[in-house]
């Protein structure tokens, strides 16, 4: 086993045939930006626990010709979730090293966060050297808002941390929450998953008394369950020490590493690390 290899399981396994329970099938968009299919992974009541798409991504120097296979994911409302690469492959830097672990965490950071500077720049023209300069140049930005430039892409490798950043957070976002909708619509949901559901796919709000109720379902073993509460958590402005703690027992009693993962990236985003989840890294399971 190599640490260098620690990050290409993000996916568990890059066949779709290998999702074990699940039935995998491609939605259908149009006019959005990432050259692969999008696919949903699907339950076996038929509704969405998550998204996918595989997109081929060049790395390293400009220089050089090293593109990778690389899988991107999204919870069904369109937040991040991480990402996966092929056994034996791995992003490059601009000096052809390969990312170490950190590296890759530090990425998974990135991703996980909406309002990112990186955002505001446009390397879109520029190669992976002329991107490394811009990206430390303060006159580099284009958001007249921005004051301080926050450096959290992976030294090295600012032109791959820009180009998946903008595939994450881009038109894509859009169709799988339109997808979503669609899908419980035409497979009705009942009891408190129907009206969660509804509750987030028509961007109501709710108090804390609702949550109260929420977090004390038998519901907490779905990905589909707890990503929708997350959801309208995000959608009502709602955080306290209860539901962070509840969230965590979710965490801890659950073997879906999506399902760990999508709370691991909510908590993280609210500074909310305890031992548990401060250990825990997206895919970090090591390759044979």
Same mark, same amino acid.
Request: hydrophobic share 35%.
């Given at each position: 086993?190599?640490?260098?290899?620690?990050?290409?399981?993000?996916?568990?396994?890059?066949?779709?045939? +290998? #999702? /074990? @329970?699940?039935? %995998?099938?491609?939605? &259908?968009?149009?006019?959005?930006?990432?050259?692969? =299919?999008?696919?949903?992974?699907?339950?076996?009541?038929?509704?969405?626990?998550?998204?996918?798409?595989?997109?081929?991504?060049?790395?390293?120097?400009?220089?050089?010709?090293?593109?990778?296979?690389?899988?991107?994911?999204?919870?069904?409302?369109?937040?991040?979730?991480?990402?996966?690469?092929?056994?034996?492959?791995?992003?490059?830097?601009?000096?052809?090293?390969?990312?170490?672990?950190?590296?890759?965490?530090?990425?998974?950071?990135?991703?996980?966060?909406?309002?990112?500077?990186?955002?505001?720049?446009?390397?879109?023209?520029?190669?992976?050297?002329?991107?490394?300069?811009?990206?430390?140049?303060?006159? +580099? #930005? /284009? @958001?007249?808002? %921005?004051?301080?430039? &926050?450096?959290?892409?992976?030294?090295?490798?600012? =032109?791959?941390?820009?180009?998946?950043?903008?595939?994450?957070?881009?038109?894509?976002?859009?169709?799988?929450?339109?997808?979503?909708?669609?899908?419980?619509?035409?497979?009705?949901?009942?009891?408190?998953?129907?009206?969660?559901?509804?509750?987030?796919?028509?961007?109501?709000?709710?108090?804390?008394?609702?949550?109260?109720?929420?977090?004390?379902?038998?519901?907490?073993?779905?990905?589909?369950?707890?990503?929708?509460?997350?959801?309208?958590?995000?959608?009502?402005?709602?955080?306290?020490?209860?539901?962070?703690?509840?969230?965590?027992?979710?965490?801890?009693?659950?073997?879906?590493?999506?399902?760990?993962?999508? #709370?691991?990236?909510?908590? %993280?985003?609210?500074?909310?690390?305890?031992?548990?989840?401060?250990?825990?890294?997206?895919?970090?399971?090591?390759?044979?």
């Amino acid at each position: 086993m190599k640490t260098k290899y620690l990050y290409t399981i993000i996916a568990l396994l890059m066949s779709v045939n +290998a #999702i /074990s @329970g699940t039935i %995998v099938k491609e939605v &259908s968009v149009n006019n959005i930006s990432i050259d692969g =299919k999008l696919f949903a992974v699907y339950n076996n009541n038929k509704l969405p626990e998550y998204y996918y798409t595989d997109v081929e991504q060049k790395t390293g120097s400009s220089k050089l010709d090293i593109k990778v296979q690389l899988r991107i994911y999204w919870d069904i409302w369109g937040n991040y979730l991480k990402l996966g690469l092929k056994p034996n492959e791995n992003l490059v830097k601009i000096n052809n090293e390969i990312f170490t672990a950190k590296d890759y965490e530090k990425l998974h950071i990135l991703l996980n966060d909406p309002k990112a500077g990186i955002k505001y720049y446009k390397f879109d023209q520029y190669s992976a050297e002329k991107s490394e300069q811009q990206y430390y140049n303060i006159d +580099a #930005i /284009s @958001g007249a808002t %921005v004051v301080d430039a &926050s450096y959290d892409c992976v030294k090295g490798a600012v =032109k791959n941390c820009y180009t998946i950043y903008k595939l994450v957070h881009g038109d894509v976002v859009a169709a799988i929450v339109q997808n979503t909708k669609a899908s419980f619509k035409n497979n009705q949901t009942s009891g408190i998953l129907n009206e969660l559901i509804s509750k987030v796919a028509n961007n109501q709000k709710a108090n804390a008394s609702y949550f109260d109720i929420i977090t004390g379902s038998q519901n907490n073993n779905s990905v589909t369950y707890v990503s929708s509460v997350i959801e309208l958590a995000r959608k009502s402005h709602f955080s306290n020490k209860e539901f962070y703690t509840w969230l965590e027992s979710c965490f801890n009693d659950t073997n879906n590493n999506e399902q760990k993962t999508i #709370i691991y990236n909510y908590l %993280v985003q609210n500074n909310y690390k305890t031992k548990a989840i401060r250990s825990f890294l997206p895919g970090n399971e090591l390759l044979q």
